[in-house]
Antibody
Framework: QVHLVQSGAEVRKPGASVKVSCQASGNSFTSDYMHWVRQAPGQGLEWMGIINPSGGSTRYAQKFQGRVTMTMDTSTSTVYMELGSLRSEDTAVYYC????????????WGQGTMVTVSS | DIQMTQSPSSLSASVGDRVTITCRASQSIRSYLNWYQQKPEKAPKLLIYAASSLQSGVPSRFSGSGSGTDFTLTISSLQPEDFATYYCQQSYSTLRTFGQGTKVDIK
């Protein structure tokens, strides 16, 4: 059974950057595309981007282009999402999610990481 | 990007009611449509994939239908544990997008 464990809550000042990790267990790490989704307080789900752990190719939502970087470490089965130039509107819970290779849906989610941006 | 529009944004219903939520895509997405359930302070849970396929372990009172641009999630008999927010998501494009969500609460 695949399990995704994310890093703990973070607090940053405006203009800073944050890096959130998501470690996978119980699967062949390089076989599953991984996505990042965020949810601001009281708001809906917002897709941020995708990383292919087999090779590291990425695609990002237009909204985050230039501010987000998704990377991976195959030795630890971990994917990372780094968001820079933080502003208060980036305060949100950030989730990683596995893209099932057969039916193109997010069947496994991390527990979420709260990122608070405040001066 | 493909825009996803859900309706209604919220609804009130009673236990045992039949509930229907609709989702419309800004272009044809064939059957690349998924539904998720989210409860407060929890990660979303996959209910339906490929428009009408029930995810393993999900109760059969949940069903999905549609193709092209118009889709429906139906809960045949609402149970207390079904009060939650529901999201549709297209997986036709690599650049995935979600609907804005439909909150189902108790009448």
């Amino acid at each position: 059974q695949v399990h995704l464990v994310q890093s703990g809550a973070e607090v940053r000042k405006p203009g800073a950057s944050v890096k959130v990790s998501c470690q996978a267990s119980g699967n062949s790490f390089t076989s599953d595309y991984m996505h990042w989704v965020r949810q601001a307080p009281g708001q809906g789900l917002e897709w941020m981007g995708i990383i292919n752990p087999s090779g590291g190719s990425t695609r990002y939502a237009q909204k985050f282009q230039g501010r987000v970087t998704m990377t991976m470490d195959t030795s630890t089965s971990t994917v990372y999402m780094e968001l820079g130039s933080l502003r208060s509107e980036d305060t949100a819970v950030y989730y990683c999610a596995r893209d099932h290779d057969t039916f193109d849906a997010f069947d496994i989610w991390g527990q979420g990481t709260m990122v608070t941006v405040s001066s | 990007d493909i825009q996803m529009t859900q309706s209604p944004s919220s609804l009130s219903a009673s236990v045992g009611d039949r509930v229907t939520i609709t989702c419309r895509a800004s272009q044809s997405i064939r059957s690349y449509l998924n539904w998720y359930q989210q409860k407060p302070e929890k990660a979303p849970k996959l209910l339906i994939y490929a428009a009408s396929s029930l995810q393993s372990g999900v109760p059969s009172r949940f069903s999905g239908s549609g193709s092209g641009t118009d889709f429906t999630l139906t809960i045949s008999s609402l149970q207390p544990e079904d009060f939650a927010t529901y999201y549709c998501q297209q997986s036709y494009s690599t650049l995935r997008t979600f609907g804005q969500g439909t909150k189902v609460d108790i009448k």
